[in-house]
């Protein structure tokens, strides 16, 4: 909640640019890291969660993820380093950004943000959702937990590109 505080009362004074930007290195960094051990042959330790971890990791996602709707890396750079059993992780996430996108509803509102196109393209989309659901579903029980490590730090690298392309880019 805090980070999306923040994020709305610094809406029109920090750059979307260069929020991408921080974003989109902090997650190749930290993806980065994980692969050049992995593939050096370190042993990648898993880390405590901790209450200073979890304040500052989920504010820093809530802001990115009010400021440009990216707020994954940074949970997942929390989550992630943790090595919790998928379910687990797959679960937090889910609750994390139920939360975190009902909340945002309030602040975007109040900005003029919140568009009656956006709700109908929402709408026309949402009929989407359960094939979505169904096949994450589909996938989660026959993903050993090995691949789904190795995929879900691949698709944070992946986010980190894309996420440096556009800030470095300004799209």
């Avoid at 490590?149 to 698709?155: D, K, P, T, V």
Wanted: glycine share 10%; hydrophobic share 50%; with cysteine.
């Amino acid at each position: 909640m805090v980070g999306i505080v923040i994020g709305a009362l610094s809406f029109h004074s920090l750059s979307e640019q260069n929020i991408k930007l921080m974003t989109g290195v902090m997650a190749l960094l930290f993806s980065i890291r994980f692969f050049s051990k992995k593939f050096l042959g370190s042993n990648v330790e898993a880390k405590s969660a901790s209450v200073f971890g979890g304040i500052f990791w989920g504010t820093l996602s809530g802001f990115s993820s009010f400021s440009v709707h990216a707020g994954g890396p940074a949970l997942n750079v929390y989550l992630l380093s943790q090595k919790l059993d998928k379910s687990i992780f797959v679960g937090t996430t889910i609750i994390f950004f139920t939360v975190v996108n009902y909340a945002k509803l309030v602040p975007y509102t109040l900005l003029g943000l919140f568009k009656l196109e956006n709700l109908a393209t929402s709408m026309i989309l949402a009929c989407f959702a359960p094939i979505g659901v169904m096949a994450g579903v589909y996938l989660h029980r026959r993903i050993n937990e090995e691949w789904f490590y190795l995929s879900s730090y691949g698709l944070l690298l992946l986010a980190g590109i894309k996420l440096s392309y556009e800030g470095i880019l300004g799209l």
